[in-house]
């Protein structure tokens, strides 16, 4: 049986994002830097719109987690009470006849040198923190490290944020923000980077619930994936670490992995980090940590779950999943590429068009419908060439909605709105459009 292959590679998905400007290369005039990306018009408003489903999802659909942002550049007594200092490393191998340096475990590297077939040497560890020196004498107390994840900032900030307002364990404290590995290895697109975004929940809970807590989250976020997402199920599934695979903080870890074009890898780590970090800070600063419950008059410190994802990886993830390329009639030209997001997750919810550019009474009614469907949502205007084109423009970004306003328009105040995934075209007054999008967009 002939093995079909699949609709999205990684070379579409890199060259479509390039093309319509979701992710260009960073600094690609000066030959670029490996590890590092830009996010164009369009790659800024789904990740935009991804932080906002996770912040929704986490913080304000819920009354047990609050918010925080802390900074990115944290001093070296953070990390060396993390234990990052120490623990933080890759295995590093060098090959001895071109010198190039690979990560020892990474499944895509082999044996011997990837690149000329030399020998590897022996695996060393490599520290994979960005550190800097702050202020202008470079001693050793002025050496600082770019966080390598959220979570520290917000075990640091644990005492300020219980002191600030009344939270009873359980409770959790969510983060969104960039962190920094200098990886040995990057690559894969968007997949792993040096520089990238997280999001992360550090949820504290009473020892001893932390099993059932971390089975909470683990379901909670795989409804996340496939309902706020949209991701197809059969392509997502969790896995429990082994224990040679758990972090230096781990008593416990799943991941979820995706079916990425290049294999099945981890998106998502759930991990329980018992109390390690806080009694980690406790003994590092000196401070007191610990928990005060008024109702059983115990004290403790407490334990964390953490779900902890990479926004870049999310957009990867989004984008591979809702890629999907379709024959539309009997020609080969008549094949079209289809961004199927969730409406929510579209960097456009619609795409107005005035039939004909240059008929003015046209052209003008078209603009006003596209001015007073505009403080609702993100909208994209789109006069150039015929509509079947811009169609498929539309289409190769996601919008769900194409708004066409023709001769009848000017008749009967009705216009055509094509659905994205059907193709099917209906005609709805103009002042029905608000109220139609608002309902689609907060049910789809
Ligand atoms: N606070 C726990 C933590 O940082 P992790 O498994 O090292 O755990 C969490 O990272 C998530 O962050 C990963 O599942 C992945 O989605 C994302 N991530 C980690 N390193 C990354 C990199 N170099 N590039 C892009 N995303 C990365």
Excluded at 14 to 31: I, M, N, P, Q
Excluded at 275 to 291: C, E, I, Q, V
Aim: hydrophobic share 35%; charged share 30%.
């Amino acid at each position: 049986m002939a093995i079909e292959e699949p609709i999205v590679t990684m070379d579409k998905l890199v060259a479509l994002c390039k093309r319509r400007g979701f992710v260009f290369g960073s600094s690609e005039l000066y030959g670029g830097m490996s590890g590092f990306w830009d996010y164009g018009p369009l790659g800024v408003e789904l990740k935009q719109n991804i932080k906002r489903a996770w912040w929704r999802a986490n913080v304000h659909m819920r009354d047990d987690v609050v918010g925080l942002e802390s900074a990115i550049i944290m001093p070296s007594a953070v990390w060396a009470a993390s234990g990052h200092l120490q623990n933080f490393n890759d295995p590093l191998v060098e090959c001895q006849s071109c010198k190039r340096r690979f990560r020892a475990d990474d499944p895509e590297d082999a044996s011997s040198c990837p690149q000329c077939g030399g020998t590897l040497s022996e695996a060393r560890q490599f520290n994979t923190m960005f550190h800097t020196q702050v202020g202008p004498i470079a001693d050793e107390g002025s050496v600082a490290y770019l966080r390598p994840e959220t979570a520290q900032g917000t075990f640091v900030n644990f005492k300020n944020v219980l002191q600030s307002s009344p939270h009873k364990i359980p409770f959790g404290i969510a983060q969104v923000g960039k962190s920094f590995r200098n990886e040995i290895t990057t690559g894969n697109f968007i997949f792993r980077s040096r520089e990238f975004e997280q999001m992360e929940l550090e949820f504290f809970v009473k020892p001893g619930t932390d099993d059932e807590w971390f089975d909470y989250w683990r379901t909670e976020r795989m409804r996340w994936w496939t309902e706020d997402m949209g991701i197809h199920p059969e392509n997502i599934r969790l896995r429990d670490h082994k224990m040679s695979e758990l972090s230096h903080y781990s008593k416990q870890t799943s991941d979820f992995e995706y079916r990425y074009p290049f294999g099945v890898r981890e998106l998502e780590g759930v991990a329980d980090r018992t109390d390690f970090d806080l009694k980690a800070h406790m003994a590092r600063s000196g401070s007191d940590l610990s928990y005060y419950d008024d109702e059983t008059q115990e004290r403790f410190v407490p334990y964390v779950i953490e779900p902890a994802v990479g926004v870049d990886r999310t957009v990867l993830v989004v984008l591979l999943d809702a890629y999907d390329e379709e024959q539309t009639g009997p020609k080969p030209s008549d094949r079209r590429i289809v961004l199927r997001l969730k409406p929510q997750l579209a960097p456009f919810k619609a795409a107005v068009f005035p039939l004909v550019a240059n008929k003015p009474d046209i052209a003008e009614r078209a603009r006003a419908i596209y001015s007073t469907l505009k403080p609702e949502m993100t909208l994209a205007w789109d006069s150039i060439g015929n509509v079947g084109k811009r169609y498929r423009r539309q289409d190769e970004v996601g919008t769900p909605w194409c708004v066409t306003v023709d001769y009848q328009t000017l008749e009967d105040d009705t216009v055509t709105v094509r659905d994205r995934d059907s193709m099917t075209q209906e005609r709805h007054p103009v002042d029905s459009l608000r109220e139609l999008f608002r309902e689609r967009l907060t049910t789809r």
